[in-house]
């Protein structure tokens, strides 16, 4: 049946925004009185924001609300949001020309909230490459559960042999391998150690778009 679409994770893939999580996550525990690293945090990359602060909560036995911590978590990512917008990945832009100047379907399957979602891409001139946007609202599980693309594969109208996702997070590979879908792993310095052998193949920039050209029509 050949590729008909490509599904593609935000953050640490689209915009290089995983440092920034990780900063507003090491600041929101901080300020509930828990010192924390990149050790702790860094393992959480592509989790929901729900699932990600339900496990601090539970993790660091937190008295605060869930409402409290949700509530601090959005108004600290929002302050850095505003003083400086995201940047976009190096590459990413000449990659999603050549994709979408080839005809393919194109999706935004990501782990944080519409909101964020349309806010970042738009900070960035991304919104007009993508067909639909999917976000951890409009999914009962995340990742690694492979709700989130299972709900883009029905949105685009394509079976999983039909598609390729690229992701930079362990959580984000297992989900596409537990979608059934081919998986393109970035290996981004930033985003932490993640471990991306559930991945169909990895990369470490999006300028190799000969290497992604041949993977996508399965020459490789």
Known sequence: MGI???IFDLDGVL?????????????????FGVDAGHNIVDKHAGM?????????????NLPQSFEEIWDANLRILNEKLDKEPLPKTDGIVELLEKIKGAGYKTAVASS?????VRKVLGQADLLRFFDILVNSDNVENGKP????FNKALRLLGVPP?????FEDSRNGVLAAAAAGVKCIGYLNPTSGEQDLSAASAVIGTFYDYEKIEKFIRGII
């Open 48 to 60: 929901t924001t729900h699932n990600r602060l339900s496990k601090y909560k539970r993790d660091f």
């Open 145 to 148: 559960a492979p709700d989130i």
């Open 15 to 31: 915009l290089d925004s995983q440092p920034l999580h990780f900063e507003v996550d090491i600041a929101l525990l901080r300020e």
């Open 112 to 116: 944080s909230s519409d909101s964020y």
């Open 161 to 165: 042999d039909s598609a390729v996702i």
């Open 4 to 6: 008909k679409a490509v």
